[in-house]
């Protein structure tokens, strides 16, 4: 462990610490399960590339969002890199002799302010479905592979090397032997690396490479290119290496990075996109790269060229050539003139393009937005609202029922999406841009979740759709500063109160009205160079004007007038009254652009903050982790048991346990049971990718990450009596439910989507219930719910087998699977449905489906709001937890019309199951004794089943009155409103018609 200290004062040892091991056994929340709820809005992807032989198959690398295969031309994409311990991908390749082999290059192959690395190269042997990391651990950022078209073994790897500062593990690599060995063909120093390598179709020994010196600062938007970018050429497959210069911009005139293609068709045309100052703009050659002139220098076609530098040939015509930038363009002239392709207003910003080499029509294009395929030759395109990728910097919630999700979207927008849909899942009905700016922070006003802030700074009112400009300058004077991502926030205390920052913290409590200034500038006047910058560090740098901001700002959960906040320059400062005085407390360790990435308030008391400090940007993968519990008069430095090459940029407490941690690093969310002691994965079934921040909802966690769109733990109440309780891997144990919320999970009344349009998924349909065995368990489990006068209710067991499915007309695949108690080691989370017990009557599907998670339509009544105990039996032992049933709080019904509804529902659940006892019962009878004097008469009582559950059966027998009773049971339980007077004598009607039944019986019985 790494501790750091302002002053050297007695290490605080929380109390939790002393009652935990050191590693909480993950088997306690095995079961525990983060879920997706979208949006469906594709993020910035780089990596594509499609199967020629299998022309509906397609791949995609997202810059922080793994690897996606599609087999239906884009209809639908589906992930099949989520167990690998990265992604952040830069491309994807497959061999061109085999579809079954395929490359990834991990770490996006992008130099930009929000950029994540990877970890090397992968390979795949059956299409994606199994990968084997192959080394080039070091090289972070992967900018291209490329396969020779007839040995998939012989594989060049372009590596860009650490995008903020110098490595030897960078420049042109080669594989001869699929992998397993890999050599540095074309380098030239620690601060070049290579952005593309391209094998000749048609001669796999000539190759192309573009090495590009590029450089990330330490602060935003701070970059440079070195002297040894330029355009390399090999003959003899990778031994020996040309620069081509005849033609081309050279370094003293601005060259940077460079884009290029080859067609395939005739290897002697290539085209290039070059970034280098006046002289950018498009080349040709027509002499296999010998020499170059430019054909366009319009910035439409080759603008923005350090990110895009995408050009491709028509496979059939070297004079049909494309180019992306902020719009696709095509030439059909060999570059001369130009038409778009594809575009919209705002600006898609497109990253790469296959084209089918056996049919040019058909075209995969990566964008910023996503991936989108054409099959007709750019008429038509498939959609980039279908990959859940999006990439957000920030998340929060509002209080509304139920809560929703906002953040800024890198590239699109923003977003508002519902934690649950009403109809069984979260589609793109549950979502609405929020008028924020693509990178910033959301704040939903906590007394009206109408009104949204956020970015730099607008107010936006969902119910007129309206969005207002509140910035607290209307021209820029030039005294305050603003990156991309600025603190907008809310009081915990005050909810009048919004801050919002720059350079200065201001703050309104009207709305945005009026703001006053409550902070100088609180960012470092003088600074150091960090050591990353390396060859690029000049005395320039060390006067240049102030570029540091305020980065996260966190206002005390109990103080209205504490406030803490931390720059991006590596500041850490608090103020005590409100912003009248400020006190710098950064510590020590902490130096010049270390990034206070975020920072939470103690929950607990007014001296505890705990800093999130991401040094990516100095060229530091190590994760940074500061806690101060006497208001930064000490730190210490808790990264105990997280990975050493994982920032963080997230901290926060659990709002109810002192000192239950959660923390995002660039990979996987992390848990601290002992105040940050010891921190341990949960990770979970989440795919790796960055976490930027993630926000405690009552008992949620909520997570926005950089790639993957938002996430959702629902039900983190395990976590805190784990923290709470000395718990013990060595017995069982029954946790303690949270309320347990009568709702309805799928309230549509039409007919279901289609189960290709994507969906995010809602919580748990139920009451979740926890328990865990330890590692020696064997035996039947047995789990009993009882109501508030104990009586049992429902009860489930190990040894119980799932019901028979009947011949339904309809896929099975929109059945959800059912759920056995579980008697296996480990934790476990069982749902019960807040329902009596179920009829034994054939299951029946709901109009309203969801692919692969549709129940059976009830057939027993809900159960009233109130105190419930459940009850666990583990091998003899017998354990007891209460916990509430508590109502949709949308609903407004009163309790006594409830319980009229509940009365009336359990009289006819009553019925139901008498009547299915007494059929039981007359077809014993029947098949006992065929030939008696009784028959007629049983079988006038017993009736006639075939007209089915919906048809019209006046007749007064058990067949007759099952199908009233559960017909009558339905439009009772169908909305939890109070019950007609129709319905009430439609009861009563039943109840008389029932004891009739029953005397005839009786005397039949007899």
């Not at 590009?212 to 330490?218: C, F, L, S």
């Not at 002139?293 to 923005?304: A, C, E, L, T």
Request: aromatic letters at 10%; proline letters at 7%.
């Amino acid at each position: 462990m790494n501790w750091s200290f302002r002053f050297l004062l007695p290490v605080f040892i929380s109390a939790i610490a002393q009652t935990l091991p050191a590693q909480v056994p993950a088997t306690l929340f095995q079961e525990m399960q983060w879920r997706m709820i979208g949006p469906h809005r594709g993020g910035r992807t780089v990596g594509a590339v499609g199967v020629p032989q299998q022309p509906n198959v397609f791949y995609i690398g997202v810059n922080n969002g793994g690897v996606w295969k599609t087999t239906d031309y884009g209809r639908t994409w589906f992930p099949i890199f989520d167990d690998q311990p990265t992604g952040s991908i830069g491309d994807v390749a497959v061999a061109p002799s085999n579809p079954d082999i395929l490359y990834v290059g991990s770490g996006e192959g992008l130099q930009r302010p929000d950029l994540s690395v990877g970890n090397g190269i992968y390979k795949s042997t059956d299409a994606g479905k199994t990968w084997q990391h192959i080394g080039l651990t070091d090289v972070q950022q992967v900018g291209a592979v490329a396969i020779d078209p007839t040995n998939p073994n012989r594989v060049f790897v372009a590596a860009m090397g650490h995008p903020y500062g110098p490595n030897a593990e960078r420049g042109i690599f080669r594989t001869l032997d699929g992998g397993q060995t890999w050599k540095k063909v074309l380098y030239k120093d620690d601060n070049t690396g290579a952005v593309q390598v391209v094998i000749d179709p048609k001669n796999p020994n000539i190759v192309f490479a573009d090495l590009w010196a590029g450089r990330q600062g330490p602060w935003e938007n701070g970059e440079w290119n070195g002297p040894q970018s330029g355009l390399f050429k090999s003959v003899d497959g990778g031994y020996t290496w040309t620069k081509i210069t005849r033609g081309l911009p050279t370094v003293e005139q601005g060259l940077g990075r460079i884009g290029f293609c080859i067609a395939p068709g005739n290897p002697n045309r290539m085209y290039a996109t070059v970034d280098a100052g006046e002289y950018s703009g498009m080349y040709r050659s027509d002499d296999a790269g010998e020499s170059w002139y430019s054909i366009s220098n319009d910035g439409r076609y080759w603008g923005r060229g350090s990110d895009f530098a995408e050009v491709k040939v028509d496979p059939q015509n070297e004079d049909i050539v494309y180019t992306a930038n902020v719009v696709v363009w095509r030439s059909e002239d060999g570059g001369h003139h130009w038409k778009d392709f594809r575009g919209a207003p705002g600006g898609d910003d497109y990253h790469r393009i296959w084209i089918n080499p056996n049919n040019s029509d058909i075209i995969l294009i990566a964008a910023d937005q996503g991936a989108i395929i054409t099959v007709n030759g750019g008429q038509t395109f498939s959609s980039w609202y279908n990959q859940p990728t999006a990439q957000f910097y920030h998340v929060s919630t509002d209080n509304a029922f139920p809560y929703n999700v906002y953040g800024g979207q890198q590239e699109s927008g923003s977003i508002g999406i519902a934690s649950r849909g009403n109809d069984g899942q979260i589609t793109f009905r549950e979502w609405h841009p929020v008028g924020v700016e693509e990178y910033g922070y959301v704040a939903a006003d906590p007394l009206n979740p109408n009104i949204i802030y956020g970015g730099k700074i607008t107010k936006y009112d969902k119910r007129t759709g309206q969005v207002q400009n509140i910035a607290p300058e209307v021209v820029r004077s030039g005294k305050y500063r603003f990156i991309r991502t600025a603190p907008v926030l809310f009081s915990p205390v005050s909810p009048h109160t919004l801050y919002f920052a720059g350079n200065v913290i201001f703050k309104t409590n009207n709305g945005g009205m009026s703001w006053k200034v409550i902070s100088p500038d609180l960012t470092r006047s003088e600074w150091d160079i960090p050591a990353s910058v390396g060859i690029y560090t000049t005395p320039a740098l060390k006067t240049m004007h102030r570029r540091g901001v305020i980065y996260t700002i966190a206002p005390s959960y109990t103080d209205s007038n504490t406030i803490w906040c931390g720059t991006d320059d590596g500041y850490i400062q608090i103020t005590r009254d409100g912003g009248e005085s400020w006190k710098n407390i950064t510590p020590a360790t902490i130096t010049s652009w270390s990034k206070i990435s975020l920072m939470d308030c103690g929950h607990f008391d007014n001296n505890t903050v705990y800093a999130a400090v991401n040094r990516i940007r100095c060229d530091d993968l190590h994760p940074h982790i500061y806690i101060t519990h006497n208001g930064g008069q000490t730190w210490e430095e808790k990264v105990n048991g997280l990975p050493g090459n994982e920032p963080i940029n997230v901290l926060r407490e659990d709002t109810k346990v002192k000192g239950l941690l959660f923390a995002g690093s660039e990979n996987a969310v992390y848990v601290s049971f002992d105040d940050g002691n010891h921190w341990q994965s949960l990770r979970l079934n989440m795919p790796a990718t960055s976490i930027r921040d993630l926000v405690i909802k009552d008992d949620d966690i909520v997570v926005a990450t950089h790639g993957r769109s938002f996430w959702v733990l629902d039900n983190i109440t395990p976590l805190r009596q784990i923290a709470q309780q000395r718990l013990t891997v060595h017995n069982a144990y029954l946790f303690k439910p949270q309320n347990a919320m009568r709702i309805r999970w799928n309230m549509n009344t039409d007919t279901p989507l289609p189960q290709e349009e994507p969906a995010g998924k809602n919580p748990p349909d139920g009451a979740m219930i926890d328990y865990y065995l330890p590692a020696n368990y064997s035996g039947t489990v047995i789990l009993t719910i009882k109501d508030a006068t104990g009586n049992i209710i429902r009860s489930y067991a190990s040894t119980d087998t799932p019901y028979a499915i009947p011949k339904v007309n309809i896929p099975k695949y929109w059945i959800r699977p059912q759920q056995i108690l579980s008697a296996q080691p480990g934790m476990h989370r069982f749902l019960w449905d807040v329902h009596l017990a179920p009829l034994p009557v054939p299951p029946a599907y709901p109009i309203a489906a969801i692919y692969s998670n549709t129940a059976p339509l009830t057939t027993a009544p809900w159960v009233m709001p109130g105190k419930y105990t459940v009850v666990l039996q583990a091998k003899g032992k017998i354990m007891e937890q209460q916990f509430n049933v508590v109502m949709d709080p949308r609903v407004t019904t009163a309790t006594a019309d409830l319980l009229r509804q509940y009365r009336l529902a359990n009289q006819c659940y009553e019925v139901s199951k008498t009547c299915l006892a007494r059929l039981q019962t007359i077809q014993q009878l029947l098949q006992k004794e065929p030939n008696s004097a009784n028959v007629p008469a049983i079988k006038n009582l017993q009736g006639n089943n075939a007209i089915g559950r919906r048809g019209v059966n006046n007749e007064n027998t058990y067949h007759a009155l099952l199908q009233q009773s559960r017909n009558i049971m339905d439009m009772l339980e169908e909305a939890d409103m109070p019950p007609t007077q129709t319905i009430e004598l439609a009861v009563q009607q039943l109840n008389t018609n029932f004891n009739r039944l029953a005397q005839q019986w009786k005397a039949i019985a007899r």
